[in-house]
C-alpha cells in the first residue's frame, strides 16, 4: 500500500490532475504509439520512415521520467526507499525499449496516465535491493 502511495504521489507531480484546456493528456495508448515509433528508429537508424517528432517526444518524456525520479530520489527524503534503480548513467535507449514492451504486454492499461506506467515500467525492469 505504501508504494502504492508513493508511486501516486510521484505521477500526480509529473502531470497535473486537471489539464488546461488545448493541453493534450498523455495516456499509455499516446506514450505506446509514440515509442512504438522511436523503437523503429532506434532498430533501424532510418530517418525516411519514422516520424522524428514522435521519436523525439519519446525519447524526451521518458528521460524526464527517470530524470525526475533520479532528482527527487536524490534530494527528497520521502522519497527514500526509490521506486526503481535504474542504471547510473542511464541508457536512453534501453530504457524507452522496457517502457514500449510494458506498453505492448499490458494493453489493458493503456487508458492510465503515461508517467505512470512509465514508472510502472521502470520499477519492474529495476528493482531495487
Do not use: W
Not at 486537471?18 to 495508448?29: C, F, L, R, T
Not at 525516411?48 to 528521460?63: D, H, K, P, T
Amino acid at each position: 500500500m505504501k508504494k502504492l502511495t508513493f508511486l501516486l504521489l510521484i505521477a500526480s507531480l509529473f502531470i497535473a490532475s486537471s489539464a488546461s484546456p488545448g493541453m493534450v493528456e498523455i495516456d499509455g495508448n499516446m506514450l505506446l504509439e509514440n515509442c512504438q515509433e522511436a523503437v523503429r528508429y532506434m532498430d533501424n537508424k532510418n530517418t525516411q520512415s519514422v516520424n522524428l517528432s514522435s521519436v523525439n517526444f519519446c525519447v524526451g518524456y521518458i528521460s524526464g521520467v527517470n530524470d525526475l525520479h533520479t532528482t527527487f530520489v536524490g534530494s527528497v527524503a520521502c522519497f527514500d526507499p526509490p521506486v526503481f534503480c535504474s542504471p547510473r548513467p542511464a541508457n536512453l535507449e534501453q530504457l524507452v525499449k522496457i517502457v514500449a514492451n510494458f506498453l505492448n504486454a499490458h494493453p489493458e492499461n493503456l487508458h492510465i496516465k503515461g508517467s505512470v506506467l512509465a514508472v510502472a515500467a521502470l520499477k519492474d525492469a529495476f528493482p531495487c535491493p
